[in-house]
């Protein structure tokens, strides 16, 4: 397929050399920590990110622990439902790096010899922070920001053209929306399953919250310790 954007004139390139002409302007350890935060540092973000969100949800219990884990557990399983779709996507656009046809680059990473279109990273973050936004608003605001960041992040590396990490972005979205009915109608009962396992039960709600509610009584009920009291009075 023709390449999507073949001059200087188009508004894409224009704005891939603003961006990454920062780059240029910058300290070289100042890029250095760029090319790794974008190529490694946020995907660990997201990661802990996610991880901490999970420990909040088990830790907080209530009625809807289980589907909260399973929204979590969703999120990662649609990043990599996406990358999986983005494999026909680049190979039907065959859109070349940036840098192969554009001159002046200041290209943050080497070794990048497969297609542009869409950005891997956008598609993979960006599912991360609205499968997390599904689970858990608060942390979810939190995922979409470090997407956006990742998506600047790569065309200041100088490997993606701006509209690769827009439509990372939109191929992010539309898998987590798109299949989350179908997936949370699966994961939500697994997830309540697993709760209710005496071994496997702390991955949904933590010890402390599951003993709590294994405790709870009738108002009004005597406990085990005033049963004690009174025996131990007469």
């Known amino acids: 397929m023709a390449?999507?954007?073949?001059?200087?004139?188009?508004?894409?390139?224009?704005?891939?050399?603003?961006?990454?002409?920062?780059?240029?302007?910058?300290?070289?350890?100042?890029?250095?920590?760029?090319?790794?935060?974008?190529?490694?540092?946020?995907?660990?973000?997201?990661?802990?990110?996610?991880?901490?969100?999970?420990?909040?949800?088990?830790?907080?219990?209530?009625?809807?622990?289980?589907?909260?884990?399973?929204?979590?557990?969703?999120?990662?399983?649609?990043?990599?439902?996406?990358?999986?779709?983005?494999?026909?996507?680049?190979?039907?656009?065959?859109r070349p790096r940036p840098f192969v046809e554009h001159q002046g680059l200041d290209v943050l990473v080497s070794g990048k010899t497969d297609f542009s279109f869409v950005s891997d990273h956008a598609a993979i973050t960006m599912a991360l922070g609205v499968g997390l936004f599904v689970a858990n608003r608060?942390?979810?605001?939190?995922?979409?920001?470090?997407?956006?960041?990742?998506?600047?992040?790569?065309?200041?590396?100088?490997?993606?053209?701006?509209?690769?990490?827009?439509?990372?972005?939109?191929?992010?979205?539309?898998?987590?929306?798109?299949?989350s009915p179908p997936a949370m109608a699966l994961l939500t009962p697994v997830m309540r399953a697993v709760e209710r396992s005496p071994r496997a039960g702390w991955i949904v709600r933590g010890r402390a919250v599951s003993g709590a509610r294994a405790g709870a009584l009738l108002p009004g009920a005597r406990t085990p310790v005033d049963s004690e009291e009174r025996d131990l009075a007469a």
């Not at 990358?83 to 656009?93: E, G, H, Q, T, Y």
């Not at 960041?149 to 100088?158: D, K, P, T, W």
Request: aromatic share 12%.
């Open 3 to 94: 390449v999507l954007a073949e001059s200087g004139s188009n508004p894409d390139v224009e704005l891939l050399y603003d961006i990454n002409g920062l780059a240029k302007e910058a300290p070289h350890w100042f890029d250095r920590a760029m090319g790794f935060v974008g190529e490694y540092g946020l995907l660990l973000a997201m990661v802990v990110l996610v991880l901490w969100c999970w420990w909040s949800v088990r830790r907080r219990g209530g009625e809807d622990a289980a589907s909260s884990v399973a929204g979590l557990v969703w999120a990662p399983l649609a990043a990599g439902i996406a990358v999986l779709v983005n494999v026909p996507i680049r190979a039907f656009v065959e």
């Open 138 to 179: 608060r942390f979810g605001v939190a995922g979409i920001g470090l997407a956006l960041l990742e998506g600047f992040c790569r065309v200041y590396m100088g490997v993606h053209y701006p509209t690769d990490v827009v439509g990372g972005f939109a191929l992010g979205t539309a898998v987590v929306l798109l299949l």
